[in-house]
Structure formats: C-alpha cells, structure tokens
C-alpha cells in the first residue's frame, strides 16, 4: 500500500504544490501554529506507526501509540523554536503539550469499534516528543474510558487522518503488540486499505484549492481486527436455562 501512496504523492508533486487546502485539517491544528507559512514546502506526510494494546486476559484498556514524522514534518514542528542543549528539552515538552492539545480535538486520529459502536477513550496521557536525526517521535497513552470486553471478532481499530494529508502506516504487523495477558486470548490480523483505482483517481485529481474532504483518509487506511477466544454465548445462556430448571 505504502508503494501507492508513494506513487500518488510523486505524481501529486509533479503537479501542483499541494494536495487540498490544509488549513481544515485537524493535523493543522498544531503544524499550522509551528510553522504557518511553510505547510505549502510537503504536499505530503508520513507518519510511521507503532502500537502497543494495553489489556488482561478478556479486557483492552487502552492504546500506546508512537508516532515517528518524516524529517520535512519534524522540521515544521521545531520551525523557530528553541533547540540549543539548553533548551531543547524543554522545546519538545512544550511543543508536544501543543499537538496533544489539538489531537483531542480529533480524536487523536484513533477509531476503535465493536462492530459499528464507537468506543469512547479519556483523554491522552504521557504525550511527549523525543527526537533522533531528522526525525521526531511522538507518544502518548490513550486510555478507553472503561474497559472494553474482548469479542469474538466484531473489534476493529483504525488510526487515520480523515483528509489523509498524512498517510499514518503501521509497515509491518510486529509494529503491533498485545500486552502478554491479552496475548494469552486474542490475536490481531493487519489488514492494508484497498482503494479502488476510482478513489486513488479521486485523491489525484483534487485540485490545490479543493476543500478538505473528510470521507477520504478512511479510504486509504489499514485495519486491525481482533480475534479472540471467548465462550460461547449462546452455549452460556443455554446452560443458565438448563441451571434455573426446577429440580
């Protein structure tokens, strides 16, 4: 999937200076305030994900994430900003303070459902920015806001940014852990997005000064999908009828 999207924002580059206009975008919400007049320099970002699920044996409970941005994306968000030794510390707390504010107010580009039940987080803990070469590092904690029962297999988990100015990937399905006692119970299976050539012809064709379209990120995301052993419902709930029968 990534090697499409790698084709599309070449041609995209080849075109116009930049895919939509960002200042809709949720994600501009923090790059926008770093670096307000460079956005048009990347008609592209790239974010590289890894995922820890935090759970027991029948529960998930929340979600670590990291984030690594590409080094033109690192640079929008260092972009004035004090980086001496001194300082620089200091800088990427600050800093990471400002982009975990602005997630919230998106949802930190998280999804997570039973079958179509959204299920609802509180807010992001431990956001901090770290920084290694050119690129930087975001992480948080995402705790549910109870937690959820595993399932048979109606869970799914989705991490996209809705006008897909950033394509957000996990590369490979070992980016993903389970915690060792829900390891015990479920397993995941990572599944690539399938846009048709119709939608990635969309993507193409949107003009540099097209309004940001929401419905198109979800187009090119992945999923993860939950598998866990669970009894059997049904074969519980005849039991209990065969248990409340008069002796």
Not at 61 to 83: H, I, L, N, S
Not at 98 to 113: C, E, G, R
Request: net charge neutral.
């Amino acid at each position: 999937m990534r090697k499409i999207l790698f084709q599309l924002t070449s041609s995209l580059n080849a075109n116009f200076p930049k895919l939509r206009n960002f200042k809709s975008n949720y994600f501009v919400a923090f790059i926008l305030v770093l670096a307000p007049l460079r956005i048009y320099a990347h008609p592209h970002s790239w974010v590289d994900m890894k995922l820890y699920v935090q759970g027991t044996k029948d529960t998930i409970t929340g979600f670590k994430q990291k984030w690594t941005f590409d080094p033109m994306t690192t640079a929008y968000m260092f972009d004035g900003e004090d980086m001496s030794p001194a300082h620089q510390q200091a800088t990427m707390q600050k800093v990471a303070d400002s982009v975990m504010k602005n997630l919230l107010n998106s949802h930190y580009y998280t999804y997570f459902y039973d079958k179509n039940t959204p299920i609802k987080y509180l807010v992001a803990t431990d956001g901090k920015l770290t920084k290694k070469g050119p690129k930087a590092t975001l992480s948080f904690e995402l705790p549910l806001a109870h937690p959820k029962k595993v399932t048979e297999n109606t869970l799914v988990l989705h991490v996209f940014e809705p006008t897909y100015y950033m394509d957000m990937t996990w590369d490979k399905a070992s980016d993903i852990t389970l915690s060792p006692a829900l390891a015990e119970t479920c397993s995941f299976k990572l599944i690539p997005a399938h846009p048709t050539p119709e939608e990635v012809s969309y993507a193409m064709s949107l003009p540099a000064d097209a309004d940001p379209d929401n419905t198109l990120g979800q187009l090119f995301t992945q999923t993860v999908k939950f598998h866990c052993d669970v009894p059997n419902s049904s074969n519980n709930k005849a039991q209990e009828k065969v248990n409340e029968q008069p002796k």
